[in-house]
């Protein structure tokens, strides 16, 4: 592009002097001069302007007179390129800079994504005035980094502070109820959720393939023995082989499953997850700490102030001592029967469930942890990926509390420190694609002391359009509401001018 504007700043300049050419012309393209006459009225011939094999000769006009069409033809196709360029802007007789109708979206620009280049990888960046911090590329797959000393250790025990100010709440509660409707909401037969189970098209249900889908369940984790005791307690499997073919399955009466669910009371390590949250905001009137944080992960992530304040806010979470996370995806793939949580208020589409769209997450640790607590990447830089190899010979790959260490990648917790990542792939054309399934993470078992996290999400629709849309209305609501219409859990603005001690 450097060589290209050097190239067409001289061709401007040309424009302007080809109607004066500074050049000499040849005897053929010169205008046409009376002869002087003599006083006996005889023609004086006219002198010539150099030597018949000077540089006025006949084949140095020759040359010449080809470089000068030449150059005149690329000074004709950059104007033409400048006019067809503007298009509308200069034959529209209309204003360019007409008010924008209440129907028109916008078109958003390509989402930045940062560059892995190699694992180990290190470039030096400067999020604060003054001060540098380093971002280390951890895997590929998924774009996963690390930056050491995101957070000072005052910034960290502020938010601990005003977390515990706020109040935690349980992170998981059991939906039984809500989980049950809207599975009668999908109108799956029985044979048709067979199908749906069995992956390997077998027509037999292992137990495997039954674990691999208890992400969808109600939120207890299962485990092989879980599943058959809850076999053996329905009679789903006769012959207690731990495999059920479709007859069996079939015979099966759902409800029954259901009342086994709600009747086996889940312990905490049962859990999916077993922590303890709240939110804090981060908006306009927020604390100027809980301000600067997300000015900061703006610089680093890149991306449109619009989208970055617009996102989810900091969610800051304890695990005690015996906490964990089994391994699970941030973000939802968008189906025709779901749509993103931070679009769906905009969009005037039902539809029965919905997911969150989180384009990227950025975890701090907020204190160093005493045993356990790192974050595990099952799959991290695996050359391929297969959700069923996730489970083999008892061994359940997302179970952060048995199997943490045989994990691809651990990230162990240190003050201060950020790592993020990316939970899409890139659609090719500057957007969001598929879920990155290499995104798979989880918080391993805290086995002594308390781990405290921070999440900050990045919200992305899939749909560039919807999220365009989004985009707009809340502008719409921030020019008619004002920066003083914050939500009511912002509690955190009443600290905004208070000191606190850290």
């Known amino acids: 592009m450097a060589a290209a504007a050097a190239v067409q700043r001289p061709e401007a300049e040309t424009v302007e002097e ?79 800079h007409q008010e924008e109708s209440p129907q028109s979206v916008p078109t958003l620009g390509p989402l930045t994504r940062l560059e892995g280049i190699k694992v180990g990888h290190e470039r030096k960046v400067q999020l604060v005035a003054g001060r540098d911090h380093f971002i280390r590329t951890l895997s590929l797959k998924p774009l996963l980094f690390e930056i050491p000393g995101f957070l000072s250790d005052e910034e960290c025990r502020l938010i601990i502070h005003l977390a515990q100010m706020k109040g935690l709440q349980r992170s998981q509660i059991l939906p039984t109820e809500e989980y049950e409707e809207a599975m009668s909401t999908m109108q799956l037969s029985q044979v048709d959720l067979f199908q749906l189970l069995d992956q390997n098209h077998d027509g037999r249900l292992q137990l495997r393939e039954v674990l691999a889908q208890t992400r969808l369940g109600n939120g207890r984790w299962m485990t092989p023995e879980n599943i058959q005791e809850m076999y053996a307690a329905i009679k789903a499997d006769p012959d207690g082989d731990g495999v059920l073919s479709l ?186 694609g598929e879920v990155d399934d290499y995104s798979l993470h989880g918080g391993c078992l805290v086995t002594r002391g308390t781990k405290w996290i921070a999440n900050n999400w990045i919200n992305v629709d899939p749909s560039r359009a919807r999220q365009a849309l989004f985009q707009q209305e809340m502008a719409r609501l921030a020019r008619e509401d004002g920066a003083d219409s914050q939500p009511e859990w912002a509690l955190d603005r009443a600290y905004s001018e208070a000191r606190v001690e850290l």
């Open 18 to 96: 080809a109607s004066d050419p500074q050049w000499p012309l040849p005897p053929e393209h010169r205008p046409s001069v009376p002869a002087t006459r003599t006083g006996d009225g005889e023609e004086a011939p006219v002198r010539p302007l150099c030597k018949p094999r000077g540089i006025c000769s006949r084949a140095y006009f020759l040359v010449l007179m080809v470089f000068v069409h030449l150059y005149l033809g690329n000074v004709l196709a950059l104007l033409l390129f400048v006019h067809y360029s503007n298009g509308d802007e200069s034959t529209d007789p209309k204003p360019q």
């Open 247 to 432: 007859q069996e399955f079939t015979n099966m009466d759902l409800r029954d499953f259901h009342k086994y669910m709600r009747s086996h009371k889940a312990e905490s390590e049962e859990l999916v997850r077993n922590s303890h949250h709240t939110w804090l905001h981060q908006g306009e009137g927020a604390h100027h700490v809980m301000r600067a944080i997300r000015q900061r992960v703006l610089r680093l992530t890149r991306l449109s102030p619009e989208i970055v304040e617009l996102s989810e806010p900091l969610q800051v979470v304890r695990y005690g001592e015996g906490g964990h996370y089994h391994a699970h995806v941030d973000s939802g793939p968008v189906y025709p029967e779901t749509i993103c949580s931070h679009t769906k208020l905009v969009v005037n589409e039902s539809v029965p469930f919905e997911t969150s769209c989180r384009y990227m997450t950025v975890l701090f640790y907020l204190n160093n942890v005493t045993g356990g607590g790192e974050t595990v990447f099952p799959v991290a830089d695996n050359r391929t990926y297969d959700e069923m190899s996730l489970i083999r010979d008892d061994v359940d790959l997302r179970d952060t509390r048995r199997h943490c260490d045989k994990g691809n990648l651990r990230v162990k917790p240190q003050q201060g420190t950020a790592v993020f990542w990316y939970n899409y792939l890139p659609d090719g054309q500057g957007w969001v």
